[in-house]
C-alpha cells in the first residue's frame, strides 16, 4: 500500500510514545479494536524499535510504522523492525532520497510553504503538517488550499478531540495525528477499556 492508503483506513493516527515493550501489544489490540488500526510508534524511547516489533509480530491486524525518523539510518531500522510506514517530523535531502530508493511509505513532515513545495516536486502528494496548532493551525491549511492544490496533510501536533472534527472537515487534511486516545496515565495503568472507548470516538469522526 502506497501512504495515502494506509492512512484512508481511518480519520485518525494514533501518536504513541511506548515506555515499556510490556506496553506494546495491549495497547495496539485496544486501539485495533476501537477502529484505529493505523499506529505510528514515536523512536523517542529506548524500546521503541522492540515494541514496534512486537506490535508487527503479534497484532498483524495493526498497521504499525514508525515515527520520529530523522535520518536514512533510523529509516532503515524501523523497516527490520518490520515498520509499514515512517513518518518524520521534518525531512532533510538525505532523508527523502532514502525513502524514495526504499519504495518504503513515508510521511514527511513539513512546515512551510516552501517544504511543501520542495517535497511535491520530489513526488510526495501527503504530507504531515508539523506541530500543527503551533504552526498555523486549521488557519494555515485553509490558506494554503488553494495555492498547493494537489497536497494533501496530516496535521499532528497539539490536535485533540475537540479539534480534531475541524481539522477533518478540511478539503486538503486526509486525516490528523494524535495521541489524546491513549493518554499516560492509561497506559501507565494499563486501562486499555478506556483507550479502546477513546478509539472508538476517534473512528467514528468525519
Given at each position: 500500500m502506497d501512504i495515502a492508503a494506509i492512512v484512508a483506513r481511518a480519520p485518525v493516527v494514533p501518536v504513541l510514545t511506548v515506555e515499556t515493550v510490556a506496553q506494546a501489544v495491549p495497547l495496539a489490540r485496544a486501539l485495533v479494536r476501537g477502529g484505529l488500526p493505523v499506529l505510528e510508534i514515536t523512536l523517542r524511547t529506548d524500546t521503541a524499535l522492540?515494541?514496534?516489533a512486537?506490535?508487527?509480530?503479534?497484532?498483524?491486524?495493526?498497521?504499525?510504522?514508525?515515527?520520529?525518523?530523522?535520518n536514512p539510518h533510523q529509516l532503515g531500522q524501523a523497516r527490520e523492525a518490520g515498520a509499514r510506514f515512517g513518518v518524520s517530523p521534518g525531512c532533510s535531502k538525505e532523508l527523502a532520497t532514502a525513502v524514495r530508493?526504499?519504495?518504503f511509505p513515508f510521511l514527511p513532515g513539513v512546515q512551510t510553504v516552501s517544504e511543501a513545495m520542495t517535497l511535491s516536486t520530489q513526488g510526495f502528494r501527503l504530507?504531515?503538517?508539523?506541530?500543527?496548532?503551533?504552526?498555523?493551525?486549521i488557519g494555515w491549511l485553509k490558506a494554503v488550499g488553494a495555492p498547493l492544490a494537489g497536497l494533501r496533510f496530516c496535521p499532528t501536533g497539539g490536535v485533540s478531540a475537540e479539534t480534531a472534527p475541524a481539522y477533518l472537515a478540511l478539503p486538503n487534511v486526509a486525516c490528523v495525528g494524535g495521541s489524546w486516545v491513549a493518554p499516560g496515565k492509561a497506559v501507565a495503568s494499563g486501562d486499555?477499556?478506556?483507550?479502546?472507548?477513546?478509539?472508538?470516538?476517534?473512528?467514528?469522526?468525519?
Amino acid at each position: 500500500m502506497d501512504i495515502a492508503a494506509i492512512v484512508a483506513r481511518a480519520p485518525v493516527v494514533p501518536v504513541l510514545t511506548v515506555e515499556t515493550v510490556a506496553q506494546a501489544v495491549p495497547l495496539a489490540r485496544a486501539l485495533v479494536r476501537g477502529g484505529l488500526p493505523v499506529l505510528e510508534i514515536t523512536l523517542r524511547t529506548d524500546t521503541a524499535l522492540e515494541s514496534l516489533a512486537a506490535i508487527a509480530r503479534e497484532v498483524p491486524e495493526a498497521v504499525v510504522g514508525a515515527g520520529t525518523i530523522l535520518n536514512p539510518h533510523q529509516l532503515g531500522q524501523a523497516r527490520e523492525a518490520g515498520a509499514r510506514f515512517g513518518v518524520s517530523p521534518g525531512c532533510s535531502k538525505e532523508l527523502a532520497t532514502a525513502v524514495r530508493a526504499a519504495d518504503f511509505p513515508f510521511l514527511p513532515g513539513v512546515q512551510t510553504v516552501s517544504e511543501a513545495m520542495t517535497l511535491s516536486t520530489q513526488g510526495f502528494r501527503l504530507l504531515k503538517f508539523f506541530p500543527a496548532e503551533q504552526a498555523g493551525g486549521i488557519g494555515w491549511l485553509k490558506a494554503v488550499g488553494a495555492p498547493l492544490a494537489g497536497l494533501r496533510f496530516c496535521p499532528t501536533g497539539g490536535v485533540s478531540a475537540e479539534t480534531a472534527p475541524a481539522y477533518l472537515a478540511l478539503p486538503n487534511v486526509a486525516c490528523v495525528g494524535g495521541s489524546w486516545v491513549a493518554p499516560g496515565k492509561a497506559v501507565a495503568s494499563g486501562d486499555w477499556s478506556t483507550i479502546e472507548r477513546l478509539a472508538s470516538a476517534a473512528a467514528a469522526l468525519k
